[in-house]
Structure formats: structure tokens, C-alpha cells
């Protein structure tokens, strides 16, 4: 099958997930439950949760055991883009073709939400690792993905970002918010995965870098296709960086300079992941796709 | 010694742990560290956290064990001060005598301060239950401070507040707000001192009911004393109520008839807690302290 449709199949499969998860919308407290649903049901290619499941089972884990943390860094995920889009810091009506969550619910709502989400997640990863074996294995799993989004990972990223706005920095503080704002993440629900699965170390580390790898290039193709993207393959306008005069991998070393850095880090993810494990048709499809999205 | 003393003696030692446990202010990100650590140390009674450690201590245990938890207690309480501060929700700019975080940082930092401090409380309380003996009542622990922190505890009597504004709304709401907004907090914090503490079934059902009790009747001689209280004794307006024509104990059923189910709240807590241990001064203290606090 091709690949597209593959991960279409497994976005899918999230989707039922998240709505067996989410909170259902009752009781006084009715609206925030509302306004919850309503961003974690707007669609998204999933590939956060995606990738949770399938670091479960290349260890050999069942990633049944995995989903309530697939689902959990769903909600963490659309948490922070709920935050990201309010009008105090990126000021978005629309997210993917729908209005954002602080224009339906207004921005009081918004910030609950977020909160209620963050909060939500690990609710689900808790109230789901209760009378399990090997209980300090959950606790385990929870804190990468506690450590992943915090001052040290997603948000550290997010708050240097903010203040790099319309300003040049160099590349290591570029770097510093790609890693942070993007990688972590990718890095904590793929290390989470694993971890239910009973990964050893050395398999936790081939599994960390594969993550990196491509959170990391992700961003960069990110930066790329701002260039040199189709707006109506994307579906977004590029440009933006551009004109928000924004330092990206382009800008700071140049197109080429930058596709070869890319594709460097997809090749050594893929090193790294097939040194693990026979079963990683996906996850070199996953590599590839990151990479070859447009250009 | 006055309880009073007491009180102010167990906060001091609080604020200890909290430098000890403050994110340390470096990195790229260090603005978010500063903007945490601004209202994490902007005082207060420190209740929770003191509650915390004091629910450990009467079923026996060691409260030393309990402080990760106290800590986190008091972030996920600083954090929503953060966000019922913003412009959005309460758009205040003085809380405890000093400029609210969105004033001194900005409405973006003081969005992701609060995520932030939300996310460190979890971080705090995972990294320290690794490698402990019975990890399970770790989670447990944690997981109550999840529940309660949540829609289906705080968060939720936050939403149902916001949306009860300037409107009247019978007793049954205003308790489910009151339970919630407050109570909610003081039961998880005490459940997971008690339950670090090893507290059996029976124990831990007392304590819920002392917190429950506590809470409660905390939040109803709020609303007497903004009626009643002295402004320069509170250190706040009072009377914003009724010019909020807002619903309280006191304006649905009348003044004295709140006093009197404050004071059978407290008594009750009182009896509970008096079956469970002897050593229980200073939560009896505690008990009569808040309803006390001023008429």
C-alpha cells in the first residue's frame, strides 16, 4: 500500500482513540469539555500518537498497552496549539481550514481549555497505569513525556521562539527552538512507547535519535517549504518567514545547504532505526515522507 | 504557641522547599523560569502544600516523602492564579500587593508561565517517585492531584464560575463551584500526603471529608467576609460581590444561616479528623482558624 494511505489508516485509527478518550459533555462544567472536543477532533496527521504506538511495538510490546499515552500526547499536542494561536501570542483565526478554539469558545474558554487539556493527558496516562505490573515502568513512561513538554522541552521551545520574533539569531538558538519546540515532543511520546514496551537501553537510544532525526528535519523542511512550497498542496500560505524577516535553515545557510542537512538526519534516523528491528517498514516510510512531503 | 505562629512557621518552611525545588534561571528559555518563579514566591498562607505534608504526618508517615507533592500542589495553585489574573478571565493587576505576572512579563509569558508551572508540577512529582519502593502508591498519589486539579475538580469549578457571572444561580451551583474551585484542591492535596503516608481506606475517608469540610466552609466565610470583613484586616476590597450582584451563601441564604453551616462544616471536619489521630492540633487549629479568620 502506499504510504500516504498507510498513515491515513493509522490517523484513522487515532481518531476512534481520541474519541473513546475524550471527556464526555456533561454535567455544569459542560462548555470546557466542548471546547476541548472540539480542537482535539480538528484533524491533524496524527503522527505524534502515530509514533508512540509504533515505538511500542518495534520492542515487541503490545501497543494496546501504549494507547493511553498515544491519546494523552494528542491532547498535549493540541493543548499547545490552542495556547499558540491566541491573540497574546500567534493571534490565529484558523487552524487547518477551521476557526481556532478561542474565536468559537472566546478567549477565557481558550486558556481553560489548554489548561484542561494538559492537565487531561495526564489524568488519562494515570488513571490508566493504576494496578498495572510493573507499575515504576508507567511512572517511567509518564515522566519522559511530563519532561518532553515542559521548560526543558516543547515549552522552552515555544517561549524562545516567541522572543526570537522578527529578529536574526544564530543557528544554535535556532537550533535550541527546532530541538525543543518540535523534537522533544517526538522524542518523549516515541520514548514513552518503547518504554511500555519493554525496550532496553540500547534500544531507547536508537529509538531517541531516530526521534530527533526527524523532529529536527521536520522543522527544517518546515523552513524549506516556506520558500519553495505549492500553498495549494500545503494548504497554508508561504513566505511567511520571510516577510516576518524570521532566521530558518534557508536563511542562515541556504536552500541546498539545507536539503542535504535534512536529508542527512533522515538517513542516519533510518540507520539508527533499522539497526533496531526488521519490522520498520513504517517508520522508514515515516523518514522519507517527513523529507519528501513536497519538494 | 498562637496558631497563628504556627501557621506562619509551617508557610516559611514551605517557601524553603519551594527555592529548593524553583526551576534554576538559565538557558535560552530563562524568561519563563523568571516569570514562574515571580509568583511561585509572591507569598501566601502556603495552605496547600501544608496540608499536604500535615495528611502524611497523622497517618504515620515519613512527611519528608511527601514534599515532591506539597511543592507541585503549590505550582498547579500559583498557575491558575496566572490565568484567572489575565486579561481575559479576572483582568487583575495587583494580587498580594504586586503586579500580577501578565503585567510584569506580558499576557504571552504569563500564558505559558501558568502551562509551565502546570507541566513542572507533574515533572517534580514523576522524577522524584522513581526508583521508590511501591511505585504504585505513587501513582496513585500523583493521580489524585490530577483528578482534582481537573474539569472534573478545579478547572471545572473555574469554567462554572466564569460563566456564572453577573447572574444569580441557585445553591446546587454555587456548591458545585464552591466544591470544585476550592475543595476540590484541598482533598487531593491531603489524599496524596495520606495516601504517601500509607493511610488505610478508612483514614483516607476522614481526611477526604476534613478537606472536603475545610474547603468548603473556607469559601463560605469568603463570601461572609466580603459582607462583614474589616478592608484593612483582609488586605482586600470587600463588598465586590453585591456589586457583582454576584451569588453567594450569604445572598441565598442569608448571613447568620451561613455562619452556622460554616460552623458545622468545621465541626464535623474537626470530628473526623479528631477520630483518626491524636496528634492532630494543628489541623484542629487549622479548622477553627478559618472560620475564625475575622468576624
Do not use: W
Not at 9 to 25: D, G, H, V, W
Not at 242 to 252: A, C, D, F, M, V
Amino acid at each position: 500500500m502506499e504510504f500516504k494511505l498507510v498513515l491515513k489508516e493509522k490517523a484513522n485509527y487515532i481518531e476512534q482513540l481520541l474519541n473513546k478518550y475524550m471527556p464526555t459533555e456533561e454535567g455544569y462544567q459542560k462548555t470546557i469539555m466542548e471546547a476541548m472536543n472540539y480542537s482535539l477532533s480538528a484533524g491533524g496527521k496524527r503522527l505524534r500518537p502515530i509514533l508512540t504506538l509504533e515505538a511500542c511495538k518495534i520492542v515487541g510490546g503490545n501497543e494496546n498497552d501504549a494507547i493511553p499515552f498515544a491519546v494523552a500526547i494528542e491532547m498535549i499536542h493540541t493543548y499547545s496549539l490552542i495556547h499558540d494561536d491566541l491573540p497574546a501570542l500567534d493571534n490565529d483565526d484558523l487552524r487547518r481550514g477551521r476557526k481556532t478554539n478561542h474565536i468559537v469558545y472566546g478567549e477565557d474558554m481558550a486558556i481553560l481549555a489548554g489548561d484542561a487539556l494538559l492537565n487531561y493527558a495526564f489524568e488519562i496516562m494515570l488513571s490508566n497505569s493504576l494496578g498495572k505490573e510493573n507499575p515504576e515502568k508507567y511512572l517511567k513512561a509518564i515522566n519522559e513525556i511530563a519532561k518532553s513538554s515542559g521548560i526543558y522541552g516543547m515549552i522552552g521551545g515555544q517561549v524562545v521562539d516567541v522572543q526570537s520574533e522578527n529578529q536574526q539569531i544564530p543557528k544554535e538558538k535556532l537550533d535550541y527552538i527546532h530541538n525543543n519546540k518540535t523534537a522533544a515532543i517526538m522524542i518523549g511520546c516515541m520514548r514513552a512507547g518503547a518504554i511500555i514496551g519493554n525496550a532496553n537501553e540500547e534500544e531507547l537510544d536508537k529509538i531517541t535519535k531516530y526521534a530527533n532525526n526527524i523532529g529536527l528535519s521536520f522543522q527544517i523542511v518546515d523552513d524549506i517549504l516556506d520558500i519553495v512550497g505549492d500553498e495549494s498542496k500545503l494548504g497554508k500560505k508561504v513566505g511567511s518567514d520571510i516577510e516576518n524577516n524570521k532566521s530558518t535553515y534557508p536563511s542562515l545557510l541556504g536552500l541546498e545547504k539545507s536539503k542535504e542537512i535534512a536529508r542527512t538526519l533522515i538517513n542516519e534516523a533510518k540507520e539508527n532505526i533499522n539497526e533496531l528491528s526488521e519490522h520498520v517498514d513504517f517508520l522508514n516510510g515515516l523518514a522519507d515522507y517527513i523529507i519528501d512531503r513536497e519538494y
